[in-house]
């Protein structure tokens, strides 16, 4: 048996309105919409489901999601400009990513 990774879902309190957001932070579309409650973004290699979730995120997400650019510090400012957080910055040996929060408060970074 194997299994082959298709998505990544993040729970939210708007999918329609983050996944437009993550959409263009993708520069991608969005694939599917389910009524207002579960959105698909086209991605590769993974797509992005948001889930209607009624409770507020309250603690550090568990899972999140980590993209690679060839020029982090231009693509942070960029996805900044369209309404992200940048939160922290880290480093361990030659490994460098930024920490940032999509408008809902969902935790990624951006590593380069």
């Known amino acids: 048996m ?3 990774p298709k998505m990544i879902t993040i729970d939210c309190a708007e999918p329609r309105t983050l996944a437009a957001w993550w959409a263009k932070a993708l520069d991608t ?3 599917q919409d389910f009524g207002g ?3 698909i973004v086209a991605a590769t290699p993974l797509s992005l489901g948001f889930q209607r979730v009624t409770e507020p995120r ?3 997400n568990r899972v999140h ?3 690679h650019t060839q020029d982090r510090h231009a693509e942070v400012d960029r996805l900044v400009a369209l309404g992200a957080s ?3 910055e880290q480093s361990i040996g030659p490994l460098t990513w930024t920490v940032l929060q999509d408008p ?3 935790e990624f ?3 380069g």
């Open 58 to 60: 309250q603690v550090k």
């Open 104 to 106: 809902e408060g969902n």
């Open 37 to 39: 409650e579960f959105v």
């Open 29 to 31: 579309e969005i694939a």
């Open 86 to 88: 940048a939160v922290d």
């Open 65 to 67: 999601v980590d993209f």
């Open 2 to 4: 194997t299994l082959d």
């Open 109 to 111: 970074c951006v590593a």
